[in-house]
Structures are given as structure tokens and as C-alpha cells.
């Protein structure tokens, strides 16, 4: 994929970088660095397209369940997840942890070497971004203009 092709979202992470955009995502979402629960359910909301019913299902909990942890989120965070600013700062900060974290924590994931990575993980042959191997290893989408 040319970086030409890049969605916006990608074309941010590859000019910024992603250890610039780690620092930013922790320090946004330290105030849910403790909270496993809240982090599962943010991310499950946005696994499923901002649908609370079909997250709370993959979580295995009561949809209100899910809403109050969200709301527990928003309080935390000081934003509102209907507000399509709020959304545009959360997603990219969880992508970005999740692109070198644990999922569900902010602390550094164990070194393993690509083959030990189940499809889907960062690092794997689709990873997050599911822009599947180029050839060119482990790098990810760090490529600029030139």
C-alpha cells in the first residue's frame, strides 16, 4: 500500500510516529491506567461499532453494565463518547497502546517474535491496522512521503 493510500488515521501515525503517539495515548487515558474493566469495555464498545448491546454480549455483562463503566469513562476522561470529538481522541489512543501494549492494560507487552503472535495481534500478518505483510518485517506503518 503506497502511503498515498493511507486513511487519514494511518497517514497520522506514520508522519507522527508511533512512540510520540504512545507518550500522548498514556497520558490521555492515565486516568484509566488501574482500571482494566472501563479500559475492556472501551474497547469492546469501539470493537463493535459504538454498539453497547453487541459489546456488553462480547463481554459476557448486562448492557447497563457496559453503559455505566462508559459513563465511568467519560467522568474519568472529562468527555462525552457522543461527541465526535471525544471519539476522534480515544480510538486513535487506544490504537496506538494497542499497537504496543497488552491488551486491557498501558503497561509494555513481553517481547515474542512475530511467529508467536496470534493473527490479528500487532505485529502479526494483519495486526490492527489489518494492512496485512508487505515484506518489509516488523516495521509497521512508519513510512512518510519520501
Given at each position: 500500500m503506497a502511503y498515498e493510500d493511507f486513511d487519514f488515521a494511518t497517514r497520522l501515525f506514520a508522519n507522527v510516529g508511533l512512540e510520540r503517539m504512545v507518550v500522548w495515548a498514556e497520558d490521555f487515558l492515565k486516568p484509566l491506567a488501574d482500571r482494566e474493566k472501563l479500559l475492556a469495555?472501551?474497547?469492546?464498545?469501539?470493537?463493535?461499532?459504538?454498539?453497547?448491546?453487541?459489546?456488553?454480549?462480547?463481554?459476557?455483562?448486562?448492557?447497563?453494565?457496559l453503559r455505566h463503566r462508559l459513563t465511568k469513562v467519560e467522568e474519568l476522561l472529562t468527555i462525552n463518547l457522543k461527541q465526535p470529538a471525544a471519539v476522534s481522541s480515544v480510538f486513535p489512543a487506544l490504537t496506538a497502546l494497542d499497537l504496543t501494549r497488552q491488551p486491557g492494560t498501558l503497561r509494555p507487552r513481553p517481547s515474542r517474535s512475530?511467529?508467536?503472535?496470534?493473527?490479528?495481534?500487532?505485529?502479526?500478518?494483519?495486526?490492527?491496522?489489518?494492512?496485512?505483510?508487505?515484506?518489509?518485517?516488523?516495521?509497521?506503518?512508519?513510512?512518510?512521503?519520501?
Open positions: 469495555g472501551l474497547r469492546a464498545y469501539f470493537e463493535n461499532d459504538q454498539n453497547t448491546n453487541v459489546a456488553a454480549v462480547a463481554l459476557n455483562i448486562h448492557h447497563n453494565s512475530r511467529d508467536e503472535l496470534p493473527v490479528g495481534e500487532a505485529g502479526s500478518s494483519l495486526g490492527v491496522t489489518g494492512f496485512g505483510d508487505d515484506g518489509r518485517g516488523d516495521i509497521g506503518v512508519v513510512f512518510g512521503p519520501e
